[in-house]
């Protein structure tokens, strides 16, 4: 059974950092999409970071210059450091993954999500 675990949310001010992690168990793909997604009060769910298994990265606008994702394949899990927070980064964030599938990839298994709030 797949399990997604984050950690590391919290409270910060405004300029400040945090590092995210998602521990994975209980899988064995050697081909996927892992990615963090981040869910406001009101608003919908967005991807803002995704990395494969080859190492190929992506970020939404809003985010690039500021988070990095990386994975450590020998600890199974994907971080994600976030520099220079804003109180729009305000949200709970969630890790995914996306196994290879008959249409492509779909995240289909999910963290429980970590919150993370930003004060001005």
């Known amino acids: 059974q797949v399990q997604l675990v984050e950690s590391g949310g919290g409270s910060v001010q405004a300029g400040g950092s945090l590092r995210l992690s998602c521990a994975a168990s209980?899988?064995?793909?050697?081909?996927?999409?892992m990615g963090w997604f981040r869910q406001a009060p009101g608003k919908e769910r967005e991807e803002i970071a995704s990395?494969?298994?080859?190492?190929?990265?992506s970020y939404t606008d809003s985010v690039k210059g500021r988070f990095t994702i990386s994975q450590d394949n020998a600890k199974n899990t994907l971080y994600l450091q976030m520099n220079s927070l804003k109180p729009e980064d305000t949200a709970m964030y969630y890790c995914?993954?996306?196994?290879?599938?008959?249409?492509?990839?779909?995240?289909?298994?999910w963290g429980q999500g970590t919150q993370v709030t930003v004060s001005s």
């Open positions: 209980g899988y064995t793909f050697n081909d996927y999409y």
């Open positions: 990395i494969d298994s080859d190492g190929v990265i």
């Open positions: 995914a993954l996306a196994p290879p599938g008959y249409e492509g990839y779909e995240y289909v298994y």
